[in-house]
């Protein structure tokens, strides 16, 4: 038997799983099948709303849509948080359909000509990644005759302790270091564009408050210092996010209010008052509000181990097996969705129907013994999960999504 992670309070101690007031075959009915992810949006609403209690009021909050772009969750959520921030034309452009460009946001490395343009023409915040993109912003403002929007992505001289995913602290892809970064500002200030601040982005997957307060602190630090050394005022510091959600046996949710609390302090202490400070989070804000609702299609024996075959598996929740940026396997949490509370009787191993070992969804947990067409929910897959998996892989069905629940107004 191995652990799981723990069920997110808004499914626990439940004996029928329940999605937004109705149970999970409700949802698979109206969707038409499975394998399927519900999303529920009042969930991602509740979680704002949360974290805008505990964050300090002059702190904007962004979304980094590569955690859950569904079309739906962006309308749904475009309307409660203050940015979007995108890591692609395509992303772009479905920001842009939901948000005034003033308020988006394109970060990441090779962008190419045609994305700086779209950025460009339409208004977006371009987070420059290098020298040589900032060159080929500058020339297509030009062209275009429009002045550019443009920040610059440091690259910090530390990283986010205990982050499941460093981004700063080394030689990175990622930014532009921290040392050459004033000749850039300078640089762009002489051009005359719209100098928009900085970009400064740490880590992912932080479940310590005490370690994002410390980063948090060193970021606006940074912010300050670099800034004095180009001799010019951010007008907007992007601080990242890195807030992560509890995956695995042992995990503890972050601390929202000790983060905030600190955040607070920070600014009044360090902080310029002429510069807005944003985070940007996606993992934190919709993680929790999805689930991943898998068919048992089979069960057997081998050897004396349990497994339970689903309709479902990596090529659509890559995460929920563990390859996808985790060094060990662990359980993420997953229950039958009509014996959410029943005993559990020996460890089963749930795995996909893709033919490649590495497609375990669950490995030797504790659950009822699953028969032929029970529902499998696999939890925690509201961020990172069909976009970030081998989809193609096998030749399969795509997985059907359901964005479902109010976003009420914040
Ligand atoms: C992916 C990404 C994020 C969101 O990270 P989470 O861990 O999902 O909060 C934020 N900023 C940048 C630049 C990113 O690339």
Request: charged share 20%; aromatic share 6%; with cysteine.
């Given at each position: 038997?191995?652990?799981?992670?723990?069920i997110p309070p808004y499914f626990a101690g439940q004996?029928v799983l329940t999605i937004a007031g109705h149970d999970a075959e409700h949802w698979i009915a109206q969707a038409?099948?499975?394998?399927l992810f519900v999303y529920d949006l009042g969930i991602v609403a509740e979680r704002i709303a949360r974290l805008?209690?505990?964050?300090?009021?002059?702190?904007?909050?962004?979304y980094?849509?590569?955690a859950n772009p569904h079309p739906e969750m962006l309308a749904g959520i475009a309307p409660l948080v203050?940015?979007?921030?995108?890591?692609?034309?395509?992303?772009?452009?479905?920001?842009?359909?939901?948000?005034?460009?003033?308020?988006?946001?394109?970060?990441?490395?090779?962008?190419?000509?045609?994305?700086?343009?779209?950025?460009?023409?339409?208004?977006?915040?371009?987070?420059?990644?290098?020298?040589?993109?900032?060159?080929?912003?500058?020339?297509?403002?030009?062209?275009?005759?429009?002045?550019?929007?443009?920040?610059?992505?440091?690259?910090?001289?530390?990283?986010?302790?205990?982050?499941?995913?460093?981004?700063?602290?080394?030689?990175?892809?990622?930014?532009?270091?921290?040392?050459?970064?004033?000749?850039?500002?300078?640089?762009?200030?002489?051009?005359?564009?719209?100098?928009?601040?900085?970009?400064?982005?740490?880590?992912?997957?932080?479940?310590?408050?005490?370690?994002?307060?410390?980063?948090?602190?060193?970021?606006?630090?940074?912010?300050?210092?670099?800034?004095?050394?180009?001799?010019?005022?951010?007008?907007?510091?992007?601080?990242?996010?890195?807030?992560?959600i509890?995956?695995?046996?042992?995990?503890?949710?972050?601390?929202?209010?000790?983060?905030?609390?600190?955040?607070?302090?920070?600014?009044?202490?360090?902080?310029?008052?002429?510069?807005?400070?944003?985070?940007?989070?996606g993992r934190w804000l919709v993680g929790e509000c999805g689930v991943y609702l898998?068919?048992?299609?089979?069960?057997?024996?081998?050897?004396?181990?349990?497994?339970?075959?689903?309709?479902?598996?990596?090529?659509?929740q890559?995460?929920?097996?563990?390859?996808?940026?985790?060094?060990?396997?662990?359980?993420?949490p997953l229950a039958?969705v009509?014996?959410m509370?029943?005993?559990?009787?020996?460890?089963?191993?749930?795995?996909?129907?893709?033919?490649?070992?590495?497609?375990?969804?669950?490995?030797?947990?504790?659950?009822?013994?699953?028969?032929?067409?029970?529902v499998?929910a696999i939890f925690l897959a509201g961020a990172y999960g069909l976009?970030?998996?081998?989809?193609?892989?096998?030749?399969?069905?795509?997985a059907r999504e359901l964005i479902v629940g109010v976003a009420a107004e914040r």
């Amino acid at each position: 038997m191995k652990p799981m992670g723990p069920i997110p309070p808004y499914f626990a101690g439940q004996d029928v799983l329940t999605i937004a007031g109705h149970d999970a075959e409700h949802w698979i009915a109206q969707a038409g099948d499975t394998p399927l992810f519900v999303y529920d949006l009042g969930i991602v609403a509740e979680r704002i709303a949360r974290l805008r209690a505990a964050m300090p009021d002059r702190l904007a909050i962004h979304y980094a849509i590569k955690a859950n772009p569904h079309p739906e969750m962006l309308a749904g959520i475009a309307p409660l948080v203050d940015g979007l921030d995108v890591a692609s034309g395509g992303e772009l452009e479905k920001a842009l359909a939901v948000k005034e460009a003033a308020l988006v946001s394109f970060a990441g490395p090779g962008k190419r000509d045609d994305e700086l343009e779209l950025a460009i023409a339409r208004g977006a915040t371009l987070n420059l990644e290098s020298e040589g993109e900032a060159e080929r912003a500058l020339a297509i403002g030009e062209r275009l005759g429009v002045r550019p929007r443009l920040a610059i992505r440091v690259n910090p001289d530390f990283d986010l302790k205990g982050s499941g995913m460093k981004m700063g602290g080394r030689a990175s892809p990622f930014g532009i270091d921290a040392a050459r970064v004033p000749a850039l500002v300078r640089r762009l200030l002489a051009t005359g564009v719209d100098w928009r601040g900085f970009h400064i982005y740490a880590g992912s997957q932080a479940l310590s408050a005490a370690a994002i307060i410390e980063t948090q602190a060193a970021t606006v630090a940074l912010a300050a210092r670099l800034a004095d050394a180009a001799g010019a005022r951010a007008p907007h510091v992007n601080l990242g996010g890195g807030f992560g959600i509890p995956y695995f046996a042992g995990d503890a949710p972050v601390d929202i209010a000790a983060v905030g609390a600190a955040l607070a302090e920070t600014l009044d202490r360090d902080g310029d008052t002429d510069t807005d400070y944003a985070i940007e989070l996606g993992r934190w804000l919709v993680g929790e509000c999805g689930v991943y609702l898998t068919r048992v299609i089979d069960v057997k024996q081998s050897q004396g181990e349990t497994f339970a075959v689903v309709d479902g598996g990596l090529h659509h929740q890559l995460a929920a097996s563990g390859n996808f940026g985790t060094v060990v396997r662990r359980n993420y949490p997953l229950a039958l969705v009509d014996r959410m509370n029943e005993a559990p009787g020996d460890p089963v191993s749930v795995v996909g129907s893709l033919c490649t070992p590495l497609d375990r969804l669950g490995d030797k947990v504790v659950l009822p013994l699953p028969r032929v067409g029970d529902v499998v929910a696999i939890f925690l897959a509201g961020a990172y999960g069909l976009t970030a998996s081998p989809g193609l892989f096998l030749g399969h069905p795509a997985a059907r999504e359901l964005i479902v629940g109010v976003a009420a107004e914040r």
